[in-house]
Structure formats: C-alpha cells, structure tokens
C-alpha cells in the first residue's frame, strides 16, 4: 500500500461486536503493565488490609491440570505495593510465602490480578488466554519471565519477575531524551527481544514504552503480552489493537497486518527516545490516525544520517517496503549500520552494559522507580463478582520448569 494512494482513507471504526472474534481494541496510554501517569485515583476507602474471599482462597477451577505439580493459589502471595493499575485489573510487587529472602531476589515478583467478569464483558477471552500461553512458550534475556499462572472463580493471576527499575515511560519523563548511544543499547535489546517473538510465530502489537521495564543494570525487558498473537508469516490479522501513537497504518487501515507491524513500533519508540516525542501526535484520535496514515515523518536535523536511515527504513507506511519486512527482516535491522557498533552476541549475553541505569534502587523490593500514584494505593485485591456460563479459562495453571533456564526452551 503505497503513501499515495492513501488519499481517500476510510478509518474502520473502533466500535465492535460483543460476538465478533475480533474485537477492535484502541489502547489509551493509561493501559498498560504499568500505568504511566495517575489516571486513576486512590480509592476514597481507608481499609489499607490485604483480603481475599473465603470461595476464592478454596478455590481452583484447574483441578485435573498438572496433577503432580504443588497448586499455588493467591493466599501464596504476600502483596507488598501496587505497582500499576491496567484496564482488567492491578498488578502488586509481591513476595512468594515461606520464601527465603537469600534466594537471589527470585522470591519477588510482579502478580498481574485480571477480572475474569469485566475480561468477559469486554470480549478478550482469547486475548488473556493468548497472553498466559505466549508467555510459557518464550524465554529471552529482554523478555520478562512467567513463573506460575493460576485462577480463582473471579480472577485471573499472573506471577511474574520483578523488574525494580521502572519502565522506560517512567525514565523518559524523568531523562526527557536518550543520546543516540543510550538509545542504541535500549533499541537493540528490544530488537533482540521482538526478533524471538518473532522466529516463534509471535507478534508483540502494543511496543510502546510503558511496556518496558528495565532493570536495576539497565538492561530492558518487554513485557505486557495481553495484545499479543501467533501469527503464521503468510497470515493476517484485522483486529484494531494497540496504543495509537505506535499502531502501525496498516492496522488502522484495517487491511490486516502482521509481525511488520512491530517494526513500525520500534521504530516510534526510537524517535522517541531521541526526540522526547513520538513522530505523530494529535489531542483527536480520529486526526492522529490520519496523520499516521498519510503524514511524513519529519526526522529531525540534529540526529546523524544513521539515525535518520534506520527511522526511514522502520516509519516506511508500506509495510512490504518496511525494514523488517519478510522472513528473515530482523536480520536486516541487526545488520544496519546505526547498529555497527553492536555485537549481536554479547548483546544477548547480557555483556553490553547499558550506559545509563535507573537511580535510586536500594534493593530488590525497591519501588523508587515507580509512580506513587500505584505504591501509594491501599494493599487490596478487591473482590470481584464470579462469572456465570461456564469455565471460560480451562487450562491456565503453569508453573515455570525447573530448573527455569532449560535449554529447550530457548
């Protein structure tokens, strides 16, 4: 689809069917992992005690899962801080009951808490499903690792790493921009991370910088799969999903998309990094998406012609034409020369250490890199209402394979 014959764009709307298989998802930046800004208040309520109810802590919907694995349950977990709010649900540092605090820092973790009544209500079924099987199936050192999934009659429980850095949202605000040598490491990190979503027949679809975290080295992890999808590489997909500022054209066209689609975020995410602002913005959504669709980027005059090249090569509105594109694309991007100071390998051997490290990391529970907006909020994990019309979420209990770093899954 060439920029030109974009003229006369007709914008699907982002409305959709309660039955439809696909329903259209436009993301607002609030929606993530962990929230970037404070777009929801405290609640009014002083009960600052961690509760959950009776029938949940009792119950398990996956009895016949794993027979001769121990069940973990939510009554496993003491909730430390909220550390973000998403449009299912919270998510809490916690720490694993009955743990050693000299277990390397294992014993803490991010849980990820997801109504299954408003997940029902809004028809993303398959998407919370889909997040909980693509994590079980990657492990990359950029990627943030599932340990153990679980359910209740109401809820939905993810158990991850925590990753006490913040997210790269969170140290963009406070930074403002990246030099292009801060911002080289971070994009090949993510480079690295998205191009093994990608030989997994994985497409991340919501890149965007409250998605990912970084740790106390400075290292980046991705994280937040709940838009994620497998996807075969002669396959498309037309779901509208994602953040807008980083929806790629051809997902706001409509027309089906498919992993090409990450490369256009990526390549967002780096002019933000160096620009302290995406390449489209717009206070009307409906007059953003025109922008991302017919617009040209402006890059600007103070990043080098290496800087300028790649942005070309990811920001291509055609997404047969993008850096990227094809079987083998991500080979392309690794070997393009903004990258030519990068060695690959010691990258994902962690040996590359980032030039710039989140401040104020006191310890491995340590929340100084996250917005007091959520670790300032009452220690709740709210009751919720049991979902009627059967089990929606047969399957969902995993626990991670031990021990953890198992060859086979790399």
Same mark, same amino acid.
């Given at each position: 689809?060439?920029s030109?014959n ?6 699907p ?7 439809d298989?696909?329903?259209q #998802?436009?993301?607002? =930046? ?30 398990n ?8 694995? =121990?069940?973990?349950?939510?009554s496993?977990f ?30 803490i ?17 398959d ?6 099987d693509i ?11 599932l ?15 925590f ?11 406070r ?5 292009e ?17 990608h ?5 991340h ?6 998605? #990912?975290?970084?740790d106390?080295d ?9 838009m ?10 037309n779901?509208?999903?994602g ?30 990094m160096?620009? @302290?602002?995406?390449p ?21 005059p ?8 790649l ?9 047969s034409?993008?850096?990227? !594109? @094809? ?14 100071? #990068? ?6 051997? =962690? ?5 710039f ?6 310890g ?7 917005? =007091? ?13 049991t979902p ?19 060859? !086979?899954?790399?």
């Amino acid at each position: 689809m060439a920029s030109s014959n974009l003229t006369n764009l007709t914008i699907p709307s982002s409305s959709s069917s309660p039955n439809d298989p696909n329903p259209q #998802i436009i993301y607002s =930046r609030s929606h993530s992992f962990v929230g970037p800004s404070p777009r929801y208040p405290p609640p009014s309520d002083n009960n600052n005690s961690l509760f959950f109810l009776e029938e949940e802590l009792s119950s398990n919907t996956d009895e016949e899962e794993q027979p001769l694995q =121990r069940k973990f349950g939510p009554s496993d977990f003491q909730i430390l801080k909220v550390i973000g709010q998403g449009a299912f649900g919270k998510v809490f540092m916690v720490r694993r009951k009955g743990s050693s605090d000299n277990n390397d820092g294992n014993e803490i973790f991010a849980m990820k808490v997801m109504r299954k009544d408003n997940i029902i209500k809004k028809n993303h079924v398959d998407y919370m499903k889909a997040e909980r099987d693509i994590l079980t199936k990657v492990l990359h050192p950029f990627i943030v690792p599932l340990r153990y999934s679980f359910q209740t009659k109401s809820k939905l429980y993810l158990i991850l790493d925590f990753i006490n850095g913040g997210h790269l949202f969170f140290q963009l605000c406070r930074q403002g921009i990246f030099s292009e040598d801060e911002a080289r490491i971070y994009t090949a990190e993510i480079v690295s991370a998205v191009s093994h979503l990608h030989t997994k027949g994985i497409v991340h679809r919501d890149l965007k910088p409250e998605n #990912i975290l970084m740790d106390s080295d400075g290292h980046v992890m991705l994280t937040d799969f709940g838009m994620s999808k497998e996807i075969d590489e002669s396959e498309r997909s037309n779901s509208l999903c994602g953040t807008t500022e980083y929806m790629a054209p051809e997902i706001l066209l409509g027309k089906g998309h498919n992993k090409d689609a990450d490369w256009w975020s990526v390549g967002v995410l780096l002019y933000e990094m160096i620009t @302290g602002k995406a390449p489209f913005t717009h206070t009307n959504r409906k007059k953003l998406q025109e922008k991302i669709i017919k617009e040209k980027v402006k890059l600007p005059p103070y990043l080098t012609g290496e800087a300028h090249s790649l942005l070309k090569g990811l920001l291509q509105k055609d997404p047969s034409t993008r850096l990227g !594109s @094809g079987p083998n694309g991500h080979e392309q991007i690794k070997n393009h020369k903004w990258f030519r100071t #990068i060695n690959w390998n010691k990258l994902e051997a =962690r040996e590359i250490q980032p030039k710039f490290k989140p401040a104020d990391v006191s310890g491995k529970d340590c929340t100084a890199n996250f917005d =007091r907006c959520w670790t300032t909020m009452p220690l709740e994990d709210s009751p919720a209402s049991t979902p009627t019309g059967g089990d929606h979420f047969q399957g969902y209990t995993y626990v991670a394979p031990n021990p953890w770093l198992s060859s !086979s899954l790399m």
